[in-house]
């Protein structure tokens, strides 16, 4: 048995003894060297209650290589690809060492979801929707956890029906203004993207005309 093999099997070994961390991680498939964690959202965070799998792939120089993961649960978070579930932490790059181990790489996975940073994003429109307005971005970080990872989620829509709130809420949006955009002829989900975009929400929102955006939406 090889080092790399064996230590891999030491650390799945250590994670499934220590029930205190709540980090778990199995095999994808036969392959020791392709692994699924997962824990639980950090409490007193948008993330509570959620449960959020982590892909991870260990290098052929592992433990002298850092490992690969990425986020299977779609996460809302500034350095958390909304799309690919990429993650920007400096100990999955250049700040890695030998001594880290599979159960503190997710352990640091889990402490990013607490503190989030906005000026080192992954998702730079995410992270804008953090610096403009943090409430409106909490509220759909936690949305997300309900639709995604299980979560409580966030409470319903001010008087919208479930599907219209559903796309606006994912978008991190108000409802009301996609509404008043929509009413002059625009494909709602056009009008989403376009918003979205702009960074249309809080403090943002007396800052871009409506000419703006109606320009931005006949481009579209």
Sequence with gaps: MDARLRRVNKEITDCKNDKSSNIRIELVGDSPFHLKGSFPGPQETPYEGGNFDVD??????????????????????????????????????????????LKSTMISLQSLL?????????????????????????????????????????????GVSIGVRDEVAIAGLDPQHVTRFESLGFPRGQVIDVLRRLNYRGANVPKITDDRIVEELLKA
């Design 56 to 101: 991870i792939v260990i290098p052929d120089s592992y433990p002298f290589q850092p490992v690969k993961m990425k986020f299977i649960t779609k996460v809302y978070h500034p350095n958390i690809s909304s799309a690919s579930g990429a993650i920007c932490l400096d100990i999955l790059k250049d700040a890695w060492s030998p001594v880290l181990t």
């Design 114 to 158: 607490c503190s989030p940073e906005p000026n080192d994003p992954q998702d730079a429109e995410v992270a804008k929707h953090y610096m403009t307005s943090k409430a409106s971005f909490e509220e759909t970080a936690r949305y997300w956890t309900e639709i995604y990872a299980g979560g409580p989620g966030s409470k319903a829509g001010k």
